[in-house]
Each structure stands twice: as structure tokens, then as C-alpha cells.
């Protein structure tokens, strides 16, 4: 062996390892090479272009069609989109071979000269023997009856009033808390805890669940409320009004889908009447903090939600972009932003005289126009392996509408990932006192990865180096954050189990005011973002590895089951 010939041929491998640790990913990465070039192409001209057009005053805000109440505005601006994309090339993902997915929402107003109800064959009054607090959609329902004390479960003592019982398609007569101090928190057979106004102390979810969300998740018919003194003087004989999608699924945002029964103290000692179930007792158990034994009453009740019906058929802007891996297209990742403006009825009317016409321009023209200039970078670079859901969503400002469409419709079944970009074009002037929550110019808030998916969270520090536009702000990567979850168009995913990576640049005083309008916008802001939201959003998709939700699950969604 030649000693001097090894010593060089190892100085050679150093040399050469030394190289490649010092040469950045994207030169030992074609594909990665070519997707930052494509890049460029997020370009500051065409985001002008698209975000005056969005947010113009012909557009009116872009408030989402409600019942009775069509948005011209609205309108166009998805036009503009749907012809953007057509452009493109992109597949249409709507309705009949177009970019726009349909979807119903329903305003129901109880009809209180048809409105009814029994006990067994015993006639109920509307107004007299019994008032609708909540409802959303009209029907007659009818189930047996369960009694369920005050319908809190103490998770940590194993206090659970439900116990034995099958909840589901069922009535549940509880004594519910009420608005303002002085009730009672027991639950079922038990001294009340310490606790705070109507509910224990705790965290919901972790220390305690109450007839809410126990109704929700176990598919309860309804809920009775006990005529306590409290809730008798709330009696009122305005006709009930209820609106959101039909079907209406999802939590955040959404009205309570289960219906909600007030009766009359008379009516509800007949339905007590000849059961183990004293009415005084449990018309005494908030004073005496003290509830009786949940039981099967035995009893029958049936309520006729009648009511006169108008419905709206709001819209998404769909489109597809298939990944180029034959297994890995199968795996698909979500890209939106809210279309719609928060914007007052008045306001999405033409001629409608307001003194300042709403833009809706950060919230959110931004991100809508962002994402468009996120699709040419897109087009332009390597396909990624994984395919990308186009969506920019209606309803958002109104209910997560449109979101909750897509996260709990058959689309979700396919989605390993959401990214949302929800106002990206704000500023902090640097060296200027605090304006609301914005970030400063060279930040932008991010939250998601950190906390749900090593994975993707991998990925996000890789596009921060390789696209290094904008720095990350992660002060809301905070599970206790509403920004986090429920104050996000994003929070649908989330509850269905798929994580989520967000850019959004915090609110400020111009937020949901007239005064939000493009000339304000920081439009070399909306680029960097877009641009490191494209980085981010391109090395997941190529990633081999699958976007997995393998972090904590938030106290804030504590019935979620993170997608395997």
C-alpha cells in the first residue's frame, strides 16, 4: 500500500465531503433547484393586478350570497379567479365541468301558527306550553325522553350522568346552565365542585363536557330545558330563527345543530307525572346543588319544527393540480384562502349609498391573490409528487361556510395537509407603536406545524432556508391561541384530523372596517409570503415521507382523532 497515494485519496473524500455539506440543498437538488426558480414567477405586478381587482369597489367586498340576499359582488370576483385558473390550464373541481362547488345554506324561521308538540297523544301549545330556543332545520322529531341532571360530566372524578344510557336519538331533559352567576354545577348524584358561573372550573374537554358538547358528539335528538326560575324569565314569543348549511356539520363557527326546548313548568310536571322522578326535586336541585339519578323517564315527546324555509346556494372556486407520482397523487394537499369579505348586508348591494364602500383588501384579497400567483410558481416548477386541491372558499367572514364543505365532505378523506394563507398583507411600520396584533415587515405568523407535525414542521425550516423571503413568527404556535383554533379558516381541518400550516399576518385597526383597502396593502409583503408559502407548501408535497399529524392533540380539540 502506498501510504501517500491513501493520504491523498482520503484528503480527496474530505475535500469532497466537505463540499457537499457546504453546497445548499437546492444545488444538490435539481427539482428543488427548479422550484425555487420557479419562484420568480410570484411576481410583485401581477399581484397588484389581481388584489385591485378583487378588492375594487365594483366588487363591493365580496360578501357570500345568503338567502334572499344575492352578492354581485361576490360574483365577480369568482368569475375573475375561475377565469384565472381557466387560463392556467387547471382542472375545474366544481360543479358540472366548472370551477364553482355549490353547497346549500338554510334560514329557517319557525312558523308559530303550525308549530306543535305532545306528550304521547297529549296536545302541546307552541308559546303557551312550550317556546323553541335554537333550531336549524324544520321537521317533526319525536323520541323517548332521558333526564341527565345538569348534563355535566366531571372527566377526572368519573362523575358522569350518562352512565348506562343510550343517548343517541334521544331526548335530553337536563337542567341547563343559564346565562349569569348563582347556578348550580353538580352533575348527576353528586355535590356541586368549585366552579365558575354556570360550569365547573377547568378546562372543557380535560376537567369537564356539559350537555353541549356531550349532545353534539353523541347524536342526542334534542335538548328540554328545565323550566327553572331563570330560564322562565327568558320566555319569549318571537319566532325562532336558524341559519347554516344544510346538512350543517362541523363545530367551529357553526350554529348549535341540536334543537333546543323550553317547557313551561306545567307541561313539564304532566311529563314527570307518574315516573320515579320527583318535578320538585328537580326544580329544586340548582338551589339545592344537588341532582337526581339520571333516568329513562319512559315517556314519549314530540315536537313539530314548522317553520317557512329560504335557502341560498353559495360557492366555492375550485381547481386540481395532479401530482406526478402515480402513488403519491393520491395523497392530496389542500391550498386556500377565504374569497369573501366581511362586509354588512347594505354593503354587497349596488347603488347601496354607505359613506365608505367596503374592499375587504387584507382580509382578504391578499391571500386570494396570492394564491394565485402560488399556482404560476406551481405550473412553472416540477409538478410535486403529491396533487393540490385549488380552493379559495366563500362563506368564511359568515360561518367557515365553504370550509366546513370541503373538510367534512368526501374530498377529506384524501387530505394529508391544509395551508391557508388568511391575510398576508399587512405591516407594523417598523419602529411605530403596536397597530392590533400585525407583524412586523419581515415577519409573518405561522401556526400549525410545530405543534401537530414533526413532518411537515421539517419542512416549513427547509423552505425557510431554501426560500428565505420572509422570517416565521411562531408567537401563536399556541394551542391556547384562538388564532390557533377556533379563529381560523382553517379550524374544520382540524377537526377533522388533518394538520394545518397558516400564514397570516394578524389583525389591525383596519380590520372589518371600510378602511381595509388596497392602496394599504404592502404588496412586497404578499409576494415574500407567497413565496415561502410555495417553498413550504412544494417540499411537502415532494416530501416521500406523508404530512402526518404525529404531535399533541389541543386541549381546544379534544375530541379530534388526528388522520393515520
Known amino acids: 500500500m502506498n501510504p501517500i497515494r491513501t493520504c491523498t485519496r482520503i484528503a480527496?473524500?474530505?475535500?469532497?465531503?466537505?463540499?457537499?455539506?457546504?453546497?445548499?440543498?437546492?444545488?444538490?437538488?435539481?427539482?428543488?433547484?427548479?422550484?425555487?426558480?420557479?419562484?420568480?414567477?410570484?411576481?410583485?405586478?401581477?399581484?397588484?393586478?389581481?388584489?385591485?381587482?378583487?378588492?375594487?369597489?365594483?366588487?363591493?367586498?365580496?360578501?357570500?350570497?345568503?338567502?334572499?340576499?344575492?352578492?354581485?359582488?361576490?360574483?365577480?370576483?369568482?368569475?375573475?379567479?375561475?377565469?384565472?385558473?381557466?387560463?392556467?390550464?387547471?382542472?375545474?373541481?366544481?360543479?358540472?365541468?366548472?370551477?364553482?362547488?355549490?353547497?346549500?345554506?338554510?334560514?329557517?324561521?319557525?312558523?308559530?301558527?303550525?308549530?306543535?308538540?305532545?306528550?304521547?297523544?297529549?296536545?302541546?301549545?307552541?308559546?303557551?306550553?312550550?317556546?323553541?330556543?335554537n333550531f336549524l332545520v324544520g321537521g317533526v322529531r319525536e323520541a323517548t325522553v332521558l333526564y341527565v341532571g345538569n348534563g355535566t360530566r366531571l372527566l377526572k372524578q368519573g362523575v358522569d350522568p350518562y352512565a348506562g344510557l343510550d343517548i343517541k336519538g334521544k331526548w335530553l331533559l337536563v337542567n341547563a346552565p343559564t346565562p349569569g352567576p348563582g347556578r348550580g354545577n353538580a352533575a348527576s348524584g353528586g355535590a356541586a365542585p368549585a366552579g365558575r358561573g354556570a360550569v365547573p372550573a377547568g378546562i372543557v374537554g380535560v376537567d369537564f363536557t356539559t350537555i353541549t358538547e356531550v349532545a353534539r358528539h353523541g347524536g342526542a335528538l334534542g335538548i328540554?330545558?328545565?323550566?327553572?326560575?331563570?330560564?322562565?324569565?327568558?320566555?319569549s314569543r318571537t319566532a325562532t330563527v336558524g341559519q347554516d348549511l344544510n346538512p350543517s356539520v362541523g363545530i367551529a363557527y357553526a350554529q348549535f345543530q341540536v334543537p333546543r326546548v323550553l317547557l313551561s313548568e306545567s307541561v313539564f310536571r304532566r311529563l314527570l307525572a307518574g315516573t320515579r322522578l320527583s318535578a320538585d326535586e328537580v326544580l329544586a336541585a340548582d338551589s339545592?346543588?344537588?341532582?337526581?339519578?339520571?333516568?329513562?323517564?319512559?315517556?314519549?315527546?314530540?315536537?313539530?319544527?314548522?317553520?317557512?324555509?329560504?335557502?341560498a346556494r353559495p360557492y366555492n372556486v375550485v381547481g386540481f393540480l395532479?401530482?406526478?407520482?402515480?402513488?403519491?397523487?393520491?395523497?392530496?394537499?389542500?391550498?386556500?384562502?377565504?374569497?369573501?369579505?366581511?362586509?354588512?348586508?347594505?354593503?354587497?348591494?349596488?347603488?347601496?349609498?354607505?359613506p365608505d364602500q367596503y374592499n375587504a383588501a387584507d382580509d382578504n384579497a391578499s391571500g386570494s391573490a396570492g394564491n394565485l400567483a402560488m399556482v404560476r410558481a406551481l405550473l412553472a416548477g416540477p409538478r410535486p409528487k403529491r396533487s393540490i386541491l385549488l380552493v379559495w372558499d366563500s362563506g368564511e367572514e359568515v360561518g367557515l361556510w365553504g370550509t366546513r364543505t370541503i373538510a367534512y365532505g368526501p374530498w377529506s378523506e384524501k387530505l394529508v395537509l391544509h395551508v391557508s394563507n388568511d391575510m398576508i398583507g399587512k405591516s407594523r411600520p417598523a419602529n411605530s407603536p403596536r397597530?392590533?396584533?400585525?407583524?412586523?415587515?419581515?415577519?409573518?405568523?405561522?401556526?400549525?406545524?410545530?405543534?401537530?407535525?414533526?413532518?411537515?414542521?421539517?419542512?416549513?425550516?427547509?423552505?425557510?432556508?431554501?426560500?428565505?423571503?420572509?422570517?416565521?413568527?411562531?408567537?401563536?404556535?399556541?394551542?391556547?391561541?384562538?388564532?390557533?383554533?377556533?379563529?381560523?379558516?382553517?379550524?374544520?381541518?382540524?377537526?377533522?384530523?388533518?394538520?394545518?400550516?397558516?400564514?397570516?399576518?394578524?389583525?389591525?385597526?383596519?380590520?372589518?372596517?371600510?378602511?381595509?383597502?388596497?392602496?394599504?396593502?404592502?404588496?412586497?409583503?404578499?409576494?415574500?409570503?407567497?413565496?415561502?408559502?410555495?417553498?413550504?407548501?412544494?417540499?411537502?408535497?415532494?416530501d416521500p415521507n406523508r404530512p402526518r399529524w404525529d404531535g399533541i392533540v389541543p386541549h381546544t380539540l379534544w375530541w379530534v382523532t388526528p388522520k393515520k
Open 288 to 311: 339545592l346543588r344537588r341532582y337526581p339519578a339520571s333516568i329513562d323517564i319512559g315517556k314519549r315527546l314530540k315536537i313539530d319544527f314548522a317553520a317557512t324555509v329560504v335557502e
Open 435 to 542: 397597530n392590533g396584533e400585525l407583524s412586523a415587515p419581515d415577519t409573518i405568523y405561522i401556526t400549525g406545524p410545530k405543534v401537530l407535525s414533526s413532518n411537515t414542521e421539517a419542512n416549513l425550516q427547509k423552505a425557510l432556508v431554501e426560500f428565505p423571503f420572509i422570517k416565521a413568527d411562531r408567537v401563536y404556535e399556541d394551542v391556547g391561541s384562538s388564532f390557533f383554533y377556533p379563529r381560523t379558516d382553517a379550524g374544520p381541518y382540524l377537526e377533522r384530523g388533518i394538520p394545518i400550516m397558516q400564514f397570516f399576518n394578524g389583525s389591525d385597526s383596519d380590520y372589518h372596517r371600510p378602511t381595509d383597502e388596497p392602496h394599504k396593502l404592502d404588496i412586497a409583503k404578499i409576494v415574500a409570503v407567497s413565496k415561502l408559502s410555495y417553498g413550504a407548501l412544494w417540499l411537502a408535497a415532494d
Open 12 to 133: 480527496s473524500l474530505t475535500l469532497l465531503s466537505a463540499s457537499i455539506a457546504t453546497t445548499p440543498l437546492w444545488a444538490q437538488n435539481p427539482r428543488l433547484a427548479a422550484a425555487k426558480k420557479a419562484a420568480d414567477l410570484i411576481r410583485a405586478d401581477e399581484i397588484r393586478r389581481d388584489v385591485d381587482y378583487l378588492a375594487s369597489d365594483a366588487n363591493m367586498g365580496r360578501r357570500t350570497p345568503h338567502p334572499g340576499a344575492p352578492s354581485p359582488g361576490y360574483d365577480s370576483a369568482a368569475a375573475y379567479i375561475a377565469k384565472r385558473l381557466k387560463d392556467l390550464g387547471i382542472k375545474p373541481m366544481g360543479d358540472n365541468g366548472t370551477y364553482f362547488q355549490y353547497y346549500t345554506v338554510t334560514r329557517s324561521t319557525l312558523d308559530t301558527t303550525k308549530a306543535s308538540g305532545a306528550i304521547g297523544a297529549e296536545p302541546l301549545k307552541w308559546g303557551d306550553d312550550f317556546i323553541v330556543n
Open 322 to 354: 395532479e401530482g406526478s407520482d402515480p402513488r403519491l397523487k393520491d395523497e392530496w394537499i389542500s391550498l386556500a384562502a377565504h374569497l369573501d369579505g366581511a362586509v354588512p348586508a347594505a354593503g354587497s348591494v349596488p347603488g347601496n349609498n354607505l
Open 224 to 235: 328540554l330545558l328545565v323550566p327553572t326560575p331563570s330560564w322562565i324569565g327568558r320566555w
